[in-house]
């Protein structure tokens, strides 16, 4: 496994936020030992390059942005809203090439 990032080095994302990540992250490439450690590195990585309150926005425009009608669109059409979307797509990105 390539080089991770450790939890100390970024330690503003509560024990929950990297639970549900890695449960997630689990559910998306299978239930092996060698996935939780890929996955746990994965937010790890994250957490060292995106700040804890950009992850939430980021995560809050993606869940939002499925919502039908003007509500959505404005999540789906707002500046902000795709900047903090790349943010955390370069974040995932450096994730997998670090961790996968």
């Known amino acids: 496994m390539?080089?991770?990032?450790?939890?100390?080095?970024?330690n503003d994302y509560p024990t929950s936020a990297r639970a549900e990540y890695v449960f997630g992250c689990m559910?998306?490439?299978?239930?092996?030992?060698?996935t939780i450690e890929q996955c746990s590195?994965?937010?790890?990585v994250i957490a060292s390059l995106l700040p804890?309150?950009?992850y939430v926005t980021a995560e809050t425009v993606l869940s939002m942005s499925q919502?039908?009608?003007?509500l959505g669109?404005?999540?789906?059409?707002?500046?902000?809203a795709?900047?903090?979307l790349d943010?955390?797509?370069?974040?995932?990105?450096?994730?997998e090439v670090r961790c996968f």
């Open 73 to 80: 669109t404005q999540f789906r059409s707002s500046e902000e």
């Open 67 to 70: 919502v039908r009608g003007n």
């Open 27 to 34: 559910k998306a490439n299978g239930e092996a030992r060698q």
């Open 87 to 95: 943010d955390l797509r370069r974040a995932q990105a450096e994730a």
């Open 82 to 84: 795709k900047n903090a």
């Open 52 to 54: 804890y309150e950009r």
């Open 2 to 10: 390539a080089a991770a990032a450790h939890a100390d080095d970024n």
């Open 41 to 44: 590195c994965s937010i790890d």
